[in-house]
């Protein structure tokens, strides 16, 4: 059995998703204590229970610990489940997407074609957000050999969630392939998603893609919003995302969404700034899915190289997950991040 001390690095409820994530793909029982000590409320959130079930409902795992507050989880992995369609709640308005980045190496590789319907939230603050996993990461994935699909079916939204995501995952049947973006070319668009629930009166809408027209435009850019008007949505809410094509196969995304006293034009000014940062630096992955596809690239075969903004302390700990885990070999150079992956097929459940 792993012992994985949640104190390390970020401190957060990323140690336990990538725990167990990898536990499950290796066959390898993992004991992690101290969960999400550095946040101001440690301990398990529902989001983080929804992963740990989520993830033993896949390969029939023996669980201890798995509960609102708790700091502390035993996940024994056990035989790989046959059934291929899943349906999980988180309960709140946690993130969906997160809980479909950690589910979707292990459906991936679990023999057969899967089908999940996730229900929670789509956006909100430090979570990737439903447009940023269609439009950033499923693409990366795509050219390794992962290949799977996301719609949003209802929105969802802090504080109440009941938003539906549905994942379509294909079936991995050989390792991984590594993937080199080292440089990222001149920005040839930038375009983006404006989307509101309940708040046409308000033109939330329209006024987050004006603000984020404007701010772009000062900066020498002419982009493509689309404007969304929902109304399926449970609760009224709002998000932005926006997108840098940056050459051949590099894409960059920034989002925010909606919050009390939060105004639309301010979430435009927002994103677009974080957008170009980014961009400035010359990065080939944005700061969100810098840290995300080490998981992925970790089990590939070969060497993966990629520009990132920044070594955040989530880098570090998906760097250190991964190669306690798997021994696979990342390291960042000046920026520059490089995966070393393990180039074998996994089959969860089994030890490898």
């Known amino acids: ?13 990323t140690i336990v998703r990538q725990s167990v994530m990898f536990s499950a793909l290796t066959g390898t029982p993992v004991h992690i204590t101290n969960a999400r000590i550095k946040r101001p409320n440690p301990g398990l959130r529902a989001q983080h229970v929804q992963v740990v079930k989520a993830i033993g ?15 502390g989880v035993t996940f024994e992995p056990g035989p790989l489940q046959t059934s291929r369609h899943y349906v999980w709640d988180i309960g709140s308005a946690g993130s969906t997407t997160m809980l479909a980045l950690a ?44 290949e799977a699909e996301a719609h949003m079916e209802r929105p969802g939204y802090v504080p109440a969630g009941h938003g539906i995501l549905s994942l379509t995952v294909k079936l991995v049947n050989r390792p991984l392939r590594s993937l080199s973006l080292e440089e990222a070319g001149p920005v040839k668009r930038i375009w983006g998603i404006s ?21 772009l435009g000062e900066a020498g850019f002419h982009p493509e919003i689309e404007e969304r008007s929902d109304t399926s949505s449970l609760q009224a ?15 960059l995304g920034a989002d925010q969404a909606g919050a009390l006293r939060r105004s639309a034009e301010a979430i435009g000014k927002f994103v ?31 060497e993966s190289r990629f520009r990132i903004p920044a070594e955040t302390d989530h880098v570090q700990t998906n760097a250190w997950l991964a190669n306690t885990f798997l021994g696979a070999e990342v390291r960042v150079e000046n920026c520059l991040l490089k995966i ?3 180039g074998r097929f996994v089959s969860p459940g089994v030890d490898i």
């Open 340 to 342: 070393k992956g393990i």
């Open 272 to 302: 677009t700034r974080q957008l170009l940062q980014d961009v400035k630096t010359g990065a080939t992955l944005d700061r969100y899915a810098a840290d995300q596809i080490i998981p992925f690239a970790a089990l590939a075969e070969g």
């Open 237 to 251: 809410g709002a998000a932005l995302a926006l997108f840098a094509d940056c050459g051949e196969g590099v894409r």
């Open 195 to 215: 989307l509101s629930s309940h708040l046409d009166e308000r033109r939330v809408s329209r006024r987050m893609a004006e603000s984020a027209r404007q701010a």
């Open 103 to 146: 589910v979707l190496p292990v459906l991936a590789f679990g023999g057969s074609k899967a089908s999940v319907e996730l229900i929670g939230g789509l956006f909100q603050d430090f979570a990737p957000s439903l447009f940023h996993l269609q439009y950033v990461m499923l693409p990366l994935l795509q050219r390794m050999g992962l």
């Open 1 to 13: 059995m792993i012992e994985i001390d949640g104190s390390q690095y970020s401190g957060s409820g």
């Open 57 to 71: 409902e896949v390969v029939n795992a023996k669980m201890e610990g798995v509960e609102i507050g708790s700091m």
